[in-house]
């Protein structure tokens, strides 16, 4: 251990241009200037880990800034709190008068000019309570977690006037000491001897890759359940925005562990999410595809979604036997939000107000979800990502595009889905350190470009087509009165 602390110091010397000591030798020094840790939570992922060695930030500001943030939650919490309670008086007062409406036995055109005008501010109020309601049960603490996950990146203990390096079992993690242990493994020909450190030999693993096959049948019972109960979005049927996307992932799965056919489908559903289940079985959200800056970033979601049925992950977290109460939980589920019934984390918001949840009422077992193994589908994704030629800060740039964005509802279904903890940023990270670098990756293609600005016209067409279709959501009609 003493070796170890002993060649991360000397190596920290070089990169960083700073000396960092050991507790017991600390020496008086001038602590460095930082950027206010208010805007460092405000960097994204990437940013972050490429400037975090030149960031010395001394744990007395890390965890008085820390407590700042959480006392700031619980007052955003309250506001919250306090919003619901106000539309629902606001309801509340509409529904009344709409009663006092309809005791007026002179049915005016004014009358029901009013009495439209109130079904239009109830709707309105409702999407905005679900929306509040959703903010208060996920959305709050998915931002938080993203900011305190970044909070710990730029990490270096300032102990007794100089910079040491923390002891193993410090309760925060630290990147730059371990950006000099990586720098080590390199220097030192260790990094093939780490799991998964074989990534040249993608296609040829064993292990944890065999019996991807197996899985076909039980992924096939998944959709045919999910179809008969009605709980996928209508598929794009556009042969140029469907190909575009077969053909990128398709390309991406013959440069990973997959060995199984790829069955790629996208989805109509303004979710920005994606899915696989077991067997080889793609899904792909229009609203992440239109979310996207990159074809890089789409590119590193669709790996990391084939990581996820290459290494097997729902098999492991599931058995074929459980497939149906899972599937007939989540319809269900779609039940009581397409009834008007009241859902675990206002997932009826999710359904009613205009696009699929799909990411909010699956089973993550079924999706292979766990801390665990979404740390080996961000490696694996991000080793697909460097072998079929795509910047491998592809998957982690969209994460922390996410979480940055403002509000509590955009992100809600992918952060579900895809949980923000500081330890996958760091393991990714870590790979994409460990790989050799390409000279050219891949970022951006005009194909991509063409084909959102396409997406935007297909789903306007499927808007219009689908205006009069009949429906079980209940949404009033306030551009024009009836």
Known sequence: MRRIVSLL???SIVCYGMPIVSVAHAAPQEVSQHPPLSELIEWSYVELFEKAPELKVPVPSIEAFRKELEEQKDRE????????????RKIEESQRELKDLNRNPAQTSDVEDRRHDLHCRIQELRKE???????LEKGIDNKYDNKLAKLQIPLLLYVSGAWVLPPPFHLLAEWPPKYASLLEMLELNRAPDRKFGDFRDLGFRNGTFEGQQEDIRTGREAIEQMKSQNLLPPEIADEEVNQY??????RIARHSDL????QVTVLKSEEINAFAIPGGFLFINTGLIQKVDSESQLAGVIAHEIAHVAA???????TRANVAGIIYQAAQLAALILTGGVASIGTYYALQYGFYGLGLVLSLSLLGVSRDYEIEADILGTQYLWNTGYNTRGFISFFGKLAQEEGYITGLSWFRTHPPFYKRM???????VLMPEKKEPIENSSQFQRIQERLVKVMKEMEERDRDAPTLRVVYDCEKKS
Request: charged share 35%.
């Open 426 to 432: 760091e393991e990714t990270f870590q790979e994409i």
């Open 129 to 135: 309570l679900e929306q509040t309601k959703l903010a």
């Open 245 to 250: 996307v077969k053909s990128l992932a398709s």
């Open 259 to 262: 060995r199984v056919p790829l």
């Open 312 to 318: 097997r992950h729902g098999h492991r977290l599931m």
């Open 77 to 88: 919490e309250e506001s919250l709190e306090d919003k619901k309670h106000s539309i629902e």
């Open 9 to 11: 110091v000397s190596v």
